[in-house]
């Protein structure tokens, strides 16, 4: 059953003179819900989430929040709000000043907007330096702040253009924490724009997999990643191999193809790469018709028996693991 605040896109199309960026594409995001639009550079993704925030204008199709059309309506008018990757913070203005902008745009009164500001800048950990100027802060810091700010409009959806991929690794993983704990609290649905496989696997209720201007796969990480329907998914959605077989097209988990044993090689390929991850090894291969393949090995039986690039091994795998793709 639908809730009357889900988000849907009605064959929705976005032309550049003579390109196609967003290919007739239909899809729900369930209120509430943590939804990452994934896909490489190009793939339409981007241009999906601003014709959403109305930075883009829709070539066709419908944008319809909570039953009504949202196409045409003006960013402020549509029940949405976007944080640029950027973070496009005002230099001049306090952490507060920055928070409360936009609803001071709107004519609301400083004691409530400031309260506002306050009561933001507390759920994102940051009311302590409500009285710092952006260059004061770090960039972790400034991301807390670009997330009040779009949140002070109440927005019904929260829309996030790559929003971590300008900090280091580390803080990466804890923003990402942030986050997920920040879309529960409020309970508003966020549309999250990413390449990163492991970004998706790790936030969403719902992975929406782009390519090409179209969505290929959409559904619960989960799903998507034990059950990928194309070969695009399953090789874009990382730890996939993608195996010709009998004239048919299989994809197997890195995890779920394994060094054979006691000649129950399936299959020979020759070790191209060896890389050591700490719990496990991931041992890159050549096989037949050039065909590259990855085993990830667990790091005891690795080293029980070590390999060397260059050595031909057979591969083996359960039937249960193969996982047949479509066109």
């Not at 988000?7 to 196609?20: C, F, G, P, Q, V």
């Not at 048919?248 to 191209?272: C, P, W, Y």
């Not at 890159?284 to 667990?298: E, F, K, N, R, W």
């Amino acid at each position: 059953m639908r809730s009357h605040l889900d988000l849907e896109l009605i064959s929705l199309t976005k032309r550049y003179a003579d390109t196609i960026a967003v290919d007739d594409i239909s899809h729900v995001f369930p209120a509430g819900s943590y939804v990452c639009l994934l896909g490489p550079s190009g793939c339409g993704k981007s241009s999906t989430l601003r014709m959403i925030a109305g930075h883009e204008v829709v070539s066709d199709g419908a944008i319809v929040l909570g039953g009504s059309d949202i196409s045409a309506l003006p960013p402020a008018k549509r029940g949405t709000a976007m944080m640029f990757q950027s973070y496009a913070l005002f230099p001049h203005l306090s952490v507060a000043e920055n928070v409360a902008f936009g609803l001071k745009m709107r004519g609301v009164d400083k004691l409530v907007r400031t309260a506002r500001a306050r009561e933001l800048l507390t759920l994102v950990d940051m009311a302590p330096l409500a009285d710092r100027l952006p260059e004061q802060l770090s960039g972790g810091q400034r991301q807390r702040v670009a997330l009040a700010r779009a949140m002070a409009s109440e927005p019904q959806v929260l829309l996030l253009d790559e929003p971590l991929s300008a900090l280091d690794p580390f803080l990466r993983l804890k923003m990402r924490t942030e986050l997920k704990r920040l879309q529960r609290e409020l309970g508003i649905t966020f549309i999250h724009v990413t390449h990163s496989q492991d970004e998706a696997m790790a936030l969403s209720d719902q992975i929406v997999v782009m390519n090409a201007g179209k969505i290929e796969q959409a559904g619960p990480p989960r799903d998507v990643f034990n059950t990928p329907r194309t070969e695009f998914v399953a090789r874009f959605i990382g730890n996939h191999n993608v195996l010709s077989l009998d004239d048919k097209r299989f994809s197997i988990r890195a995890d779920r193809m394994r060094l054979a044993e006691n000649g129950e090689a399936t299959v020979t390929a020759q070790v191209s790469a060896i890389e050591y991850q700490g719990t496990a090894v991931v041992v890159s291969l050549t096989g037949a018709a050039a065909q590259d393949m990855t085993v990830l090995v667990p790091e005891e039986t690795f080293f029980a028996a070590p390999l060397t690039g260059g050595e031909e091994v057979g591969l083996a795998w359960d039937a249960a693991d193969l996982h047949a793709l479509g066109e």
